[in-house]
């Protein structure tokens, strides 16, 4: 018995290898988690798309508590549960962030191409704190792709990538069977992790924001050599040990919640940048 899902979506995520929009947050609550994001970016003295605090776009479930609640509501989890089972970790968490009239895109990828994790079930939840449109850049999706396996990639050849990596898919992609994935703040859409996906130009006057939050069952491995990755539980128990396991913040940006961020972040960095290498090779 699904606990979110119903039977039909559970079914058209597998054949699709999407499902979208789903309910969590209200408007309001969106809202209020918007201006905790502002006033986090404030702090930093900048927003999250400018360097030098560019580095904490992605892990601040580790480091911020109101975060690491985005990442365990149970609207999300029960989903996610229903997807992949109740064992389950945060692998990563990213902020997807395109300032008013950015050109900032994201070409078609993979988002399993650089995680380096086995068996390919990993999912993640886009949880949107501002609406996402076509004109702002909303996600696209390409239905059954995940069908098709792992495609190589190649890191750093998209200018101007929400993604880091810039990276992209090599080749041509038939892109006629494309659809949009709107949002409206406070929804999250779910993607199985081999599904091809990718976004536009914001061409509004407003920032397009959303959390992408990367979850996998605690059976699945990494497969770095030189870095044990980490983790964090949400639901369930970890039986396994194939992750270094997290804590969870106590409150937003204390000694521990810092400390525990900067561990995070260099771990992870490392086993990405592991893999982004062995792809060069």
Same mark, same amino acid.
């Given at each position: ?45 900048? %927003? ?51 300032? %008013? #009239? ?37 996600? #696209? ?21 929400? &993604? ?36 536009? %130009? &914001? ?10 939050? /990367?979850?996998?069952?605690? /059976? ?53 940048? #592991? ?7």
């Amino acid at each position: 018995m699904t606990r979110k899902l119903s039977p039909a979506q559970v079914d058209a995520y597998g054949r699709d290898g999407f499902l979208s929009a789903n309910a969590a947050l209200t408007r309001e609550e969106a809202a209020a988690s918007l201006r905790q994001l502002e006033a986090f970016e404030e702090t930093l003295g900048g %927003p999250l798309t400018a360097d030098p605090v560019a580095r904490y776009r992605s892990r601040t479930h580790v480091l911020l508590a109101w975060v690491h609640a985005l990442t365990r509501h149970p609207a999300i989890l029960d989903a996610v549960e229903d997807l992949i089972g109740p064992d389950i970790l945060v692998y990563t968490s990213t902020w997807f962030i395109k300032e %008013p #009239e950015s050109a900032a895109t994201a070409a078609w990828h993979q988002d399993a191409t650089y995680f380096g994790l086995r068996p390919y079930v990993h999912v993640t939840a886009w949880l949107a704190l501002t609406d996402a449109t076509a004109e702002n850049g909303c996600m #696209e999706f390409l239905p059954g792709s995940h069908h098709g396996g792992q495609r190589p990639h190649r890191a750093g050849v998209v200018a101007g990538s929400v &993604n880091r990596a810039g990276q992209a898919i090599v080749g041509e992609v038939d892109d006629r069977p494309a659809i949009h994935a709107p949002l409206r703040a406070g929804e999250f859409s779910l993607h199985h992790t081999l599904c091809l996906h990718r976004s536009q %130009p &914001n061409r509004s006057d407003g920032r397009r924001i959303g959390l992408a939050i /990367s979850y996998v069952p605690t /059976s699945v491995q990494h497969l770095g050599v030189k870095h044990k990755t980490p983790a964090m539980l949400v639901r369930g128990t970890d039986t396994y040990g194939h992750f270094d396991l997290e804590p969870a913040p106590r409150a937003d940006m204390d000694a521990e919640a810092r400390a525990a961020y900067d561990r995070s972040y260099g771990g992870y960095r490392a086993s990405y940048a #592991e893999q982004v290498s062995l792809e060069r090779r």
